[in-house]
């Protein structure tokens, strides 16, 4: 189990590494230049060119890389070009609110897609199960701007249950976490409704009818355990999904998180803040993979941590 | 031993299918007494398992419907039951055990929670003292260290070992009958007549009726008190044991009987001059690599196959016998090269070691293989013709109406129209996609065909058609055969030489009368008296008991004791 966990986390650091390469790539690629948006329209080309030497922009890819390399291993995550502060503190300050909307998001996408695949599976061909699979396709379909929007129109402007935007009390993280875990709750559905009829149609479940169980516990005991294996593998997936929805959530809601962090930084190039963004939402996938492979031979006994 | 616990009368059941309701049970009755074993004996899509789940009030709904008939239980009537009467029914007065053990537990639950489940529901003991009532229930079914097994999931146990725990299930409540459906189809032979010999001391202990479904007249002949015969749903024959195989009355009885391959009956194998080998094996070995750490370093290898040499020759067949896990398998994809190996292989006088994939497609030519499974083994959505002719077009052998004409004539061949051709294996019995995959195998004229258990998931009237086909074959064009089996019986039909596999070695190899008659290795022993003999009169022998079989994975560098050959008579080789 610790040899198991040592080559994880071993490999977890490889595939992050990787990451900050690609990352810098592409950002070196990008054709627009940081150093104008940072001097203005009206500054003369001197002075974009006295930023870029003052930021390094400069100097060969290669050695800007292993500047922000050596840099990261110190723990310093570079300094925004436009905020006058330190990345690592405009992303601890904002990183607990896009958790516990995470969080939020995951506890509702699964309460909500379990519960609708379990129903949709028992009542199989059944109305019940056609109007539970038709949600389920709009809540994929739908973009989550139009959702977020339509949720704060009906239940913050015209219902006024809860708040129009903001952050701090239980009320304020209900809308965002729906609209961010409608998508989710719509694939969970689908694949908790298949995952289901998969196992009501193996033999255990015969073997239980046989034993004269009781129908619900036979549902709750035989069959949703089995049922709920694939789905464990999905969330640590899913985190990488929220990853891109929290920029848009976040905006619809004035959320402070690192979505809206993002999505400033990207505006303006502040190349600094967009590599730790992109660093932190990377570790977050990265972990949240080796959690569902960590929790999964906890549920199913046949696996074993190799 | 007085009584009848169960009536069943006149059943019939449905099946909604797309072109409308089929019958697939009609009119069946039978009764079952105390303490008797009935066997209900027939081919696949007699109705045999409909029967089983129809008294046990589990047809799969909502396609399959009784449409008439009763199915009494003593004094109760089980057939429009409310499903919570049913419930208290099922495992307390009414149990079945499944055909596959495999999947029959639940894989998340330790085999003491699927005890103790089954006790509590039914209030057949409190929660305090269902521990110790598990324990009881396993060691009735001889489960070897029961109180470890009760910590254990099914995934550690063995097929033989979780059909136990089937049992101890299917008996916890003392049920007054026992239905087992093919309890032992899908384990090894010497595992099934233990289990077979378990539920005969149960029912002589317990007083339990057990309905026994089976395909397998062997079982039949050594379970039953009283057989019923069925056929497309209809009893064709019902008779005490001795009297259907001393003098069965109706045809499909005698058909059926006259089909079973029994042990020790088979013509002599015509002599056969020493041909010119079309195989020759040198201490062929197969190893896989078990990885782990944190490095994923191999950290064990599985000795599959273990420094195995054999021949054989133009028009022979050698079989390869064995129980599951002997690497009887593992050697026939090791000759075409589908799993890694070391050795000697030399095909046609060709050695094949060491070759790439593009050497080794013209040796691929000569060595072709038809698996187990029929349908598993063709493409569902290409015709049988493209499937026939694809190895010739791979093979840029022909093409155009030379192409259809050969593979017309392979049709033929085989004994299937060619107008089929433009047909999908799923408009094919089992047997005709068998012919199908032989077709598709001879497409290329091979020299040896490599037979997996080719015929092992056919009913026993196809599967003597089949064997026919494949010795027809072998008789016109001097094809030789290595034909892996499980099954001793069909063994001595088809091979001129058996070669017996333990633990991925060989123990014993001789001409078939000699392997067969005069085993001389225990486990050759143990694995003929094994095998169920469709003669009710047949003293059953002493059974050789089991023992622990060993495991083929060894640490890295280390590897099982080589065993050797020794040579008692002409031909007649036994591990020492």
């Known amino acids: 189990m610790q040899a198991y966990l040592v080559r994880r986390l071993f490999e977890s650091a490889l595939i992050l590494l990787g990451i900050t390469l690609v990352t810098f790539i592409l950002l070196y690629l990008v054709p627009a230049d940081p150093a104008r948006q940072i001097a203005g329209r009206s500054a003369t080309a001197e002075t974009v060119q006295n930023i870029r030497d003052q930021l390094g922009l400069n100097d060969p890819f290669f050695v800007q890389y292993w500047r922000y390399l050596t840099a990261l291993f110190q723990g310093d995550m570079g300094r925004s070009y436009l905020q006058r502060a330190e990345v690592s503190e405009l992303i601890a300050a904002r990183l607990p609110a896009s958790l516990l909307l995470m969080v939020a998001a995951i506890v509702t996408e699964l309460i909500f897609g379990l519960t609708i695949g379990i129903i949709a599976a028992l009542r199989r061909n059944r109305p019940a199960d056609h109007g539970l699979m038709i949600f389920s396709f709009v809540s994929i379909s739908a973009p989550q701007f139009v959702i977020g929007i339509l949720l704060l129109y009906i239940f913050a402007v015209k219902l006024g249950w809860f708040p129009i935007g903001g952050y701090g009390t239980f009320a304020h993280v209900v809308l965002p976490a729906i609209t961010l875990g409608f998508l989710g709750a719509g694939w969970y559905s689908r694949m908790m409704r298949s995952s289901m009829i998969d196992v009501l149609g193996q033999d255990f479940v015969r073997t239980a009818q046989a034993k004269g169980l009781a129908k619900g516990r036979i549902i709750l005991r035989h069959v949703i355990p089995n049922a709920v294996l694939p789905i464990i593998a999905m969330i640590g997936i899913d985190i990488g999904l929220f990853m891109s929805g929290i920029v848009v959530v976040e905006s619809v809601y004035g959320w402070p998180g690192i979505g809206q962090l993002a999505w400033q930084a990207i505006q303006r190039v502040d190349i600094p803040v967009i590599m730790g963004v992109t660093m932190v939402s990377a570790t977050a996938i990265v972990l949240g993979n080796l959690l569902a492979d960590l929790v999964a031979p906890m549920i199913d006994p046949r696996i074993k941590t190799k | ?576």
């Not at chain 2, 596959?100 to 209030?123: G, I």
């Not at chain 2, 195995?308 to 050697?331: H, N, P, Y």
């Not at chain 2, 079989?549 to 050797?564: A, C, D, T």
């Open chain 2, 1 to 576: 031993m007085t009584g009848t616990v169960l009536t069943v009368r006149d059943l019939s059941v449905q099946v909604a299918t797309p072109s409308g309701a089929k019958t697939v049970l009609d009119g069946l009755g039978f009764d079952l007494r105390a303490g008797e074993t009935l066997c209900l004996a027939g081919e696949s899509g007699s109705g045999k398992s409909m029967t089983a789940l129809a008294i046990m009030g589990l047809l799969p709904k909502p396609m399959c419907r009784i449409t008439g008939g009763s199915v009494r239980l003593g004094e109760t009537e089980l057939v429009g039951l409310s499903d919570a009467a049913y419930r208290k029914i099922r495992t307390a007065r009414v149990a079945m055990i499944f055909q596959e053990p495999m999947t029959s537990l639940n894989p998340l639950m330790t085999v003491q929670q699927q005890l103790t489940e089954t006790l509590l529901e039914h209030e057949a003991c409190t929660r305090a003292e269902a521990p110790a009532r598990a324990l009881q229930l396993l060691q009735d079914v001889q489960l070897t260290e029961p109180e470890r097994r009760l910590k254990q999931y099914p995934h550690e146990l063995s097929g033989g070992m979780r059909q136990r725990v089937m049992i101890a299930i299917a008996l916890a409540c003392d049920p007054e009958v026992l239905i087992a459906d093919e309890p032992t189809t899908a384990l090894d032979v010497t595992v099934q007549a233990e289990i077979l010999d378990l539920i005969r001391k149960l029912q002589r202990d317990h007083g339990t009726a057990v309905l026994m479904i089976t395909h397998d007249m062997g079982v039949v002949a050594e379970m039953a008190d009283r057989v019923v015969i069925l056929r497309h749903g209809q009893e064709v024959e019902s008779a005490p044991v001795h009297e259907i195989f001393a003098t069965p009355r109706s045809d499909y009885a005698k058909e059926l009987l006259a089909a079973v391959p029994r042990l020790g009956t088979a013509p002599p194998r015509p002599e056969k001059p020493g041909g010119v080998p079309v195989l020759e094996v040198e201490d062929l070995s197969v190893r896989f690599d078990v990885r782990g750490g944190v490095l994923n370093r191999v950290k064990a290898r599985v000795h599959a196959v273990e420094g195995v040499s054999f021949r054989i020759d133009a028009g022979e067949t050698l079989a390869l016998v064995g129980e599951s896990g002997c690497g009887k398998s593992t050697i026939g994809k090791a000759l075409l090269g589908l799993v890694p190996w070391d050795g000697s292989v030399r095909v046609m006088g060709r050695q094949t070691r060491g070759m790439g994939p593009a050497s080794m497609k013209p040796v691929r030519r000569d060595i072709q293989m038809v698996f187990q499974d029929p349908g598993a083994s063709l493409d569902s959505r290409m015709t049988v013709g493209d499937q026939v002719a694809e190895p010739l077009l791979i093979h840029g052998l022909a093409s155009g109406s030379e192409l259809k004409d050969r593979v017309e004539h392979l049709f033929r061949r085989v004994g299937l129209s060619p107008d089929m051709m433009a047909r999908y294996p799923h408009e094919f019995s089992g047997g005709q996609r068998q012919r199908v995959n032989i077709a598709r195998a001879l497409s290329l004229s091979p020299k040896l065909i490599v037979a997996d258990e080719s015929v092992s998931a056919l009913d026993v009237s196809v599967q003597a058609q089949v064997l026919d086909l494949l010795q027809e074959i072998q008789d016109e064009d001097g094809l030789a055969f290595l034909f892996i089996s499980h099954d001793m019986a069909v063994v001595e039909q088809v091979a001129d030489r058996i070669m017996v596999m333990r633990l991925g070695q060989v123990v014993e190899e001789g001409a078939r009368d000699a392997v067969l008659k005069d085993p001389r290795h225990r486990y050759t022993r143990r694995l003929l008296s094994a095998v169920p003999v469709p003669d009710p009169h047949r003293e059953r022998p002493e059974r050789i008991e089991t023992e622990t079989l060993g495991s083929p994975i060894w640490p890295v560098g280390e590897g099982p004791e080589r065993l050797k050959l020794e040579e008692i008579a002409r031909h007649h080789r036994v591990a020492v």
